[in-house]
């Protein structure tokens, strides 16, 4: 997977590490911007209200 | 003779009727079904696993970073409001009579900030109106819940806030004892509050946040105070519970309580 993602890559060696980088930035921010903030409600220890039924 | 020696080197084993030597022999190119699937499946459980590491970072450290940034901006243009009075550094009188009461705009509407001494004389989180965890709790403020009092009414005055990441307002909740001051400044008073009793109850006892707090259903004539937040930390199997009867308010006009003149403020 991460193999075929290397060879599909242009450029030499250090352009293609330069890339990958990029590429792991773009899903660390896509992850804290979208979708974690989605999934936090879903966690069990976000809860701290008093309700009926919790 | 030399030439003998080349002719002898041109037979040596890497000629294509002798055995190829090791280095040279082609590597197989396809490598089996299964071995190719299981180097897939592997590499998906890595990227999950470093998703989910990913996913603690973002939840422990950055939900802080981005509402206590939140907090500190949401503080200042509060302070700016025109109808927001600034206090004089000076201890103003203790009144007992009916204090005003905040106006209560839309969920995470900011109507109040909450001073608690002892957890340092810098502690002041933003109280929102509502306890949805996108608008308000998730924000970083402490938030009210819509269908209790209002700071200063008779009846209970019931908040929530996160003990843990986004901001947590309430982290430090199991150092307030007995006997301290919770304080709720609003846009024109500062209503002081003395911590009555901590409680740790099960997620379902709405009756914490009753007017007259354990009682529900009883006609309150005393203005109380309830902090509510989970326990133990890192979890939501509890709440814990902190209350509060009011003490005193004193107008925005005349000071401040005493407590948060020390060290300047």
């Known amino acids: 997977m991460y193999g075929a993602l290397w060879r599909v890559l242009p450029g030499p060696a250090w352009f293609r590490v330069i890339l990958l980088l990029v590429l792991a930035a773009a899903v660390v921010y896509v992850c804290f911007t979208w979708l974690f903030p989605e999934i936090a409600p879903y966690m069990p220890f976000n809860e701290t209200t008093i309700e009926e039924g919790a | 003779m030399a030439t003998t020696d080349v002719d002898q080197l041109a037979e040596m084993p890497w000629q294509p009727d002798g055995e190829p030597p090791r280095r040279t022999r082609q590597r197989p190119r396809k490598r089996g079904f299964l071995a190719g699937l299981v180097g897939v499946v592997g590499e998906l459980m890595i990227t999950a696993g470093v998703l989910l590491g990913l996913f603690v970072v973002w939840q422990l450290w950055w939900t802080d970073v981005e509402a206590h940034g939140r907090q500190a901006q949401v503080l200042e243009e509060w302070d700016k409001q025109e109808n927001v009075i600034d206090a004089p550094a000076q201890e103003g009188e203790r009144r007992t009579d009916p204090p005003p009461l905040p106006q209560v705009g839309a969920e995470g509407d900011v109507m109040a900030t909450m001073r ?47 003990r ?95 407590e948060l003149l020390e060290e300047g403020r």
């Open chain 2, 116 to 162: 608690i001494p002892r957890l340092g004389v810098d502690y002041r989180v933003p109280i929102a109106h509502g306890v949805g965890l996108g608008n308000v709790l998730n924000q970083g403020y402490i938030g009210h819940y819509p269908d209790t009092q209002l700071p200063g009414e008779v009846g209970n005055f019931a908040t929530a806030a996160h």
């Open chain 2, 164 to 258: 843990q990441s986004y901001g947590a307002p309430y982290r430090e909740i199991e150092q307030i004892v007995v006997g301290d001051s919770l304080i709720v400044e609003t846009t024109d008073a500062y209503l002081v509050y003395q911590v009555t009793g901590t409680e740790i109850v099960h997620p379902s006892q709405v009756e914490v946040i009753a007017p007259v707090p354990g009682e529900p259903g009883v006609a309150p004539t005393e203005r109380m105070i309830t902090l509510t937040t989970c326990h133990p930390l890192f979890s939501a199997a509890e709440r814990w519970i902190t209350y509060g009867e009011f003490q005193y308010w004193i107008d925005k006009n005349e000071g401040k309580p005493a």
